[in-house]
């Protein structure tokens, strides 16, 4: 079925136009959960907590793309609304040359300064020794990853999201051998794993550079452009939205591993460690929904489609909530198969993983609500709404809870500090919906 981003959407076609962006999201998951998978069993305990320490601040890094991927389609598709395509190219092509540009001022930055950046969030000794090497490699990769995270939002509003979902299977494969070659028969431990990972992020970055420098049969193409401080401006504030809710993913995940030593130690975060692995697979759903959101919306509000964005509210909001109470049920039955597969050669954090998920998994049940309700005002090009949604359901609320929950109430607390963010966000969501319903209603009310 060819979807549009000019159609009507049904469930099933929302569905089906998200299925693509969805498996992509998942597949770029399991990135990290074969990284994880090889790097626990075959290298160590130690060297799994490392990956769970160094990984996130590196991921905060280049969740860049997806501020270039989000903020930049919802303009891009804008204008493909307006049927200024010409228009359209040179803003995508603008976006991507910056993406680039600031992916290698990064890799710099975080080569440089890693040690000290490990050194502050907690890392021991045993784990700089596996850390470094492995974030170190990582970050020379650092530039192409920035670049295809920003297309796979780029590639739903060109209409291909099938496109990116090639590229993941691809890398996924990719990266199941790589990983096997560089650690299991190479023995090049963490720094195996770190170019394994990068070796696929080069087919995510590097081939659709090439697709839109072509012909081709998308909706996009590379074009001649110039520097447009403005059109970057808008961009970035836009998308700010969803790289404050990815960075602050990362940083959070940080501020838990920090907790997590100080009061359990290095069994705490390997356990940590099978719920974030979990949570990648189980909210790909969300991701793909809130990146399809960004250039759907972003379309019909260009187009003054006012029916159309009630529609996608409505449909976006109760696809979102079936899916989280599925993920919240299922997490409960599979807990104990999952912690034995990542730790099952230690009972001890064995037991601890699997109470850790079922304890966490409540937070689903509204995750993939509040993070649609971010993409949505996204796709309004209210960037600043967007990210106050983002901002106070990590930085904000779940910091604090990080923080001084288990002061009071002890480790226990920390399973559950993500579902008391999303309660909380939850309500600010329904408030500010309500507050600019007539931004997608058409009406000023």
Not at 155 to 178: C, D, R, V, W
Not at 381 to 394: D, L, P, Q, V, Y
């Amino acid at each position: 079925m060819k979807i549009k981003l000019s159609d009507h959407f049904t469930y099933k076609k929302m569905l089906l136009f998200a299925a693509p962006t969805i498996g992509t999201v998942l597949i770029a998951i399991t990135y990290d959960i074969i990284d994880g998978f090889f790097v626990s069993n075959y290298i160590g305990k130690t060297a799994f907590a490392a990956v769970n320490i160094i990984y996130p601040f590196q991921l905060m890094l280049s969740v860049i793309g997806y501020m270039f991927g989000t903020g930049g389609s919802a303009l891009v598709a804008s204008e493909m609304g307006r049927d200024q395509q010409d228009r359209a190219n040179q803003v995508f092509t603008m976006l991507i040359k910056a993406a680039l540009l600031f992916g290698i001022f990064l890799a710099i930055i975080g080569i440089i300064f890693l040690p000290e950046i490990a050194g502050l969030i907690g890392a021991t000794q045993p784990i700089m020794e596996y850390g470094l090497p492995y974030g170190r490699t990582l970050f020379i990769f650092l530039p192409v990853m920035i670049v295809g995270y920003a297309f796979q939002s780029m590639l739903i509003t060109a209409e291909k999201p099938q496109f990116g979902l090639y590229l993941s299977i691809a890398n996924m494969f990719s990266n199941i051998i790589f990983d096997y070659l560089f650690i299991v028969v190479f023995g090049w431990g963490m720094v195996g794993a770190a170019v394994a990972t990068g070796i696929g992020a080069c087919l995510n970055g590097i081939v659709p550079l090439i697709y839109f420098s072509r012909e081709n049969s998308s909706r996009l193409r590379f074009t001649k452009c110039h520097f447009e401080p403005k059109v970057l401006w808008e961009t970035c504030s836009n998308g700010m939205s969803e790289m404050v809710e990815d960075m602050a993913v990362s940083v959070i995940f940080v501020f838990y591993n920090m907790q997590l030593l100080r009061f359990m130690g290095e069994d705490g975060v390997a356990a940590f460690g099978v719920v974030v692995f979990v949570e990648g697979i189980f909210t790909s759903v969300f991701y793909g929904m809130a990146l399809e959101a960004n250039s759907i919306v972003g379309y019909h509000y260009g187009a003054k489609n006012y029916a159309e964005l009630k529609n996608l509210l409505k449909k976006g909001v109760v696809i979102n909530l079936t899916f989280g109470v599925l993920m919240f049920l299922l997490a409960q039955v599979a807990a104990g198969w999952v912690a034995s597969v990542y730790v099952g050669y230690d009972q001890k954090v064995c037991v601890l993983a699997e109470h850790a998920l079922k304890a966490f998994s409540l937070a689903f049940v509204l995750q993939g609500f509040n993070s649609y309700a971010s993409a949505y005002f996204t796709g309004l090009n209210n960037g600043k709404i967007s990210a106050i949604i983002a901002f106070s359901r990590t930085v904000v609320i779940e910091t604090l809870a990080v923080f001084t929950l288990p002061l009071l109430f002890g480790a226990e607390i920390l399973w559950r500090c993500q579902s008391i963010a999303e309660v909380a966000a939850a309500s600010v969501a329904i408030t500010l919906l309500y507050m600019y319903r007539g931004d997608y209603c058409g009406d000023k009310v």
